[in-house]
């Protein structure tokens, strides 16, 4: 066997492992892919508007890839998404990208097993600025640019649950734009989200055809 074979082969079977063994990722929203966790139907799962809340998939910007989820108004929420139920004690680890085109509070709000208690914010959550709901502050003002964070679900919150919906909650200003949502098992986030379901096939013959 040609020399180039073998470490072609060990490459390949090198991409199949690493995926499994090191590290579990659920895509809930990067691309609105059909491997994403909606399956390719994100908007769709948002059933409930407060206010005349819209949730629309915009290429104007994004933090990663092509597209970003974009809410304007008050809030667009479902606390029983279609097929989720994801126990966050194997995927503890949430990663999420944001930034506002102006007001005073951005607010994600994690559904927990079809209830509602987990929330992250930026910006000012007091009386008269944001909802007033209990939530855990990630820094004092509002993102103009594109943010992302990484978060442990079960140290801010508790162990032990299913993510089971989101609410995106802009509330104020011209609304807010959400990219690059992760569930994840290493504390590391991935560089990048979708992953093709060919990508060893595409790989192995990037290597024959250069030999």
Request: neutral net charge; contains cysteine.
């Amino acid at each position: 066997m040609k020399l180039f074979s073998v470490v072609a082969l060990i490459v390949v079977a090198f991409l199949i492992m690493v995926p499994g063994s090191f590290a579990k990722i659920i895509v809930i929203f990067d691309e609105n892919a059909a491997s994403e966790a909606s399956a390719g139907k994100f908007v769709e799962g948002f059933t409930s508007h407060d206010a005349a809340s819209k949730v629309a998939i915009v290429t104007s910007t994004s933090f990663m890839g092509k597209s970003s989820v974009f809410v304007d108004k008050s809030q667009s929420y479902n606390n029983i998404m279609p097929n989720w139920k994801f126990p966050i004690n194997e995927t503890p680890y949430m990663t999420f990208a944001w930034k506002k085109d102006g007001g005073k509070i951005i607010m994600i709000q994690m559904a927990y097993d079809n209830n509602w208690a987990y929330r992250y914010h930026c910006g000012d959550n007091t009386a008269g600025n944001g909802p007033t709901w209990p939530s855990t502050e990630l820094a004092k003002a509002v993102p103009a640019d594109w943010k992302m964070y990484t978060r442990d679900l079960t140290k801010d919150f508790a162990k032990g649950w299913n993510l089971t919906g989101l609410a995106f909650t802009p509330w104020d200003g011209n609304g807010g734009y959400y990219d690059f949502i992760l569930l994840h098992s290493d504390p590391t986030p991935p560089t990048t989200a979708v992953f093709a379901k060919d990508k060893v096939i595409k790989t192995w013959a990037l290597i024959k055809n250069q030999y």
